[in-house]
């Protein structure tokens, strides 16, 4: 199982991107859940950001509850998040994660929001 980030980039204060996971070796429609986390330069910890069950059901962390939306597209194999109204705090290595009776995870992309 592969996962491969991209989407991720310079922007400025209130932009948006969208950034994307690319998932091989694995049928999306088995999945568990796939998930969207971020980590900080320096951090001791990933922060989840947005969940996607198979159930369709959703969930997004308070920081960017409004602002961010999770979404997949199972035939081409991709999960994405888009991002709006980004904020200096939004800044971060952005990692995917699928879990498929185990957890895999991508090597992240980074996404600097700049005033």
């Known amino acids: 199982v592969q996962l491969v980030e991209s989407g991720g980039g310079s922007v400025q204060v209130g932009g948006s991107l969208r950034l994307s996971c690319s998932v091989s070796?694995?049928?999306?429609?088995?999945?568990?859940?796939v998930m969207w986390y971020r980590e900080t330069p320096g951090a001791r910890t990933r922060d989840w950001v947005a969940m996607f069950w198979r159930t369709r059901d959703l969930l997004y962390d308070d920081s960017v509850k409004g602002r961010f939306t999770i979404s997949t597209d199972d035939a081409k194999k991709m999960v994405f998040l888009q991002m709006d109204r980004l904020k200096p705090e939004d800044t971060a290595k952005y990692i995917c994660?699928?879990?498929?009776?185990?957890?895999?995870w991508g090597q992240g992309t980074q996404v600097t929001v700049v005033s």
């Open positions: 070796g694995v049928d999306l429609s088995t999945y568990d859940n």
């Open positions: 994660k699928i879990r498929v009776g185990r957890d895999y």
